[in-house]
């Protein structure tokens, strides 16, 4: 992965798939995503973009273009204004709206007699789900299909799976798989291909439900969420002057890097911290600042958040000692030694400030990135951020399946 940078701010994400050996460039041209070798893949042109709805922003980089398509693949790109579109909707269906105008009752009415398809070609429990409460709280039908069951065994493409889901009449597809890049490849081939299913040609919204180790962008969303909820920053979701570390697996995790872009666009300070293997100075470029020492910075953090190490994700090695791990890593020498120096155990959960949060996305190694202790303790909001979860994904779902029935 390689950053580039352009006037102070980050202009492209270079990843790599093994898998398909394809690339793909975010943000190299501001409206437009570039895919297999610079090829372009959703242009930006005027009259092509279609809002979705009023009072919400056109978006600055390519993000925003597609979430203004009824596509959401990433944070980065969003403004901030659009970020705040979207929690100020989950702040309505989470209950906390002061003025109670919207009425829970018509809530199954919003997207009744639309289908969301969901797409998990990776495991998953919290987005998979709370992808599927989310759509039947608003009336929508939702369809399952994972590899194991679909003729992704058989060796149809990820793109031919989507094509044909597509070509079924669905009106959303929120897809997890993992290689950084593929919802974005399932856009390009949808809206490539969209006259041969599609009378109108329209493209169905695709949602991200986290790819590889690009982004997770519900995730990045839910977690600010938690974080606006607790320090009471839920009227304008304006998080400046709060600081948030992200202990850890920085280098493998999505979930890390929606938040860096989601966090640092809303005003907060983030902080990665973790040894130099999992967490590479070259972060620093997506707008956060980096250190290796814990125990330093611990108690100037509002929140700290613990993306679970992704073994998975990590060239195989040993576990040192003969360990057992949940997987073999070159980058955790030993997961002990890992737990005792960036572990979020009783002795540094009592060096957090008063008031201060912690916070996981799941699944948690318990022993591993934190304690039982502060997993279950009164600090922890895993739960609250769970329970967000599925009004984000309610926000986001409503405001791409409209925005792409507009867009017909
Ligand atoms: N946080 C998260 O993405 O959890 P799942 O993998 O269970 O969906």
Not at 78 to 97: M, N, P, T, Y
Not at 166 to 189: C, E
Not at 238 to 248: K, Y
């Amino acid at each position: 992965m390689k950053f580039a940078i352009r006037a102070g701010r980050v202009q492209g994400f270079l990843f790599t798939s093994a898998w398909w050996g394809w690339v793909y460039l975010g943000e190299r041209v501001p409206g437009v995503v570039y895919c297999s070798m610079g090829k372009r893949i959703a242009g930006g042109g005027a009259g092509v973009v279609r809002g979705p709805g009023p009072g919400h922003g056109q978006g600055s980089g390519d993000g925003g273009a597609l979430f203004a398509r009824g596509h959401l693949l990433q944070l980065a790109g969003l403004s901030a204004k659009e970020l705040r579109a979207i929690l100020g909707r989950a702040r309505v269906f989470a209950g906390h709206d002061a003025d109670g105008s919207d009425d829970p009752k018509a809530w199954r009415e919003r997207l009744r007699g639309k289908v969301v398809a969901n797409l998990f070609f990776e495991d998953s429990t919290r987005t998979r789900v709370s992808f599927a409460v989310a759509a039947e709280r608003l009336g929508a039908q939702v369809i399952n299909l994972t590899s194991v069951g679909s003729s992704i065994s058989k060796g149809e493409t990820v793109a031919d799976t989507a094509l044909n889901v597509a070509a079924m009449g669905v009106d959303g597809i929120v897809m997890r798989h993992k290689s950084s890049g593929a919802p974005h490849l399932v856009v390009r081939t949808l809206a490539e291909r969209a006259h041969s299913y599609d009378d109108a040609g329209r493209v169905c919204s695709v949602i991200n439900a986290g790819d590889g180790r690009h982004e997770h962008p519900t995730q990045g969303l839910l977690d600010i969420y938690t974080i606006a909820e607790r320090f009471d920053r839920l009227d304008g979701f304006d998080l400046s002057g709060l600081t948030v570390g992200i202990v850890g697996d920085i280098a493998s995790s999505r979930v890390a890097r929606s938040g860096i872009v989601g966090l640092g666009a809303l005003g907060a300070k983030v902080v990665c911290i973790g040894p130099p293997t999992l967490v590479p100075r070259s972060i620093e470029a997506m707008g956060c600042k980096t250190t290796h020492d814990l125990d330093g910075v611990i108690g100037k953090l509002d929140a700290v958040n613990v993306p679970r190490i992704q073994f998975e994700r990590h060239d195989g090695g040993g576990g040192g000692g003969g360990e057992k791990m949940p997987g073999a890593s070159n980058a955790v020498a030993s997961v002990r030694e890992y737990y005792e120096v960036y572990g979020l155990n009783s002795a540094r959960l009592a060096k957090l400030r008063p008031g201060a949060i912690v916070m996981h996305p799941g699944p948690i190694n318990r022993g591993v990135e934190m304690s039982s202790e502060a997993a279950d303790s009164g600090q922890s909001m895993v739960l609250r951020q769970v329970r967000h979860g599925v009004a984000v994904r309610m926000a986001v779902l409503e405001m791409c399946l409209n925005a792409s029935a507009q867009g017909r």
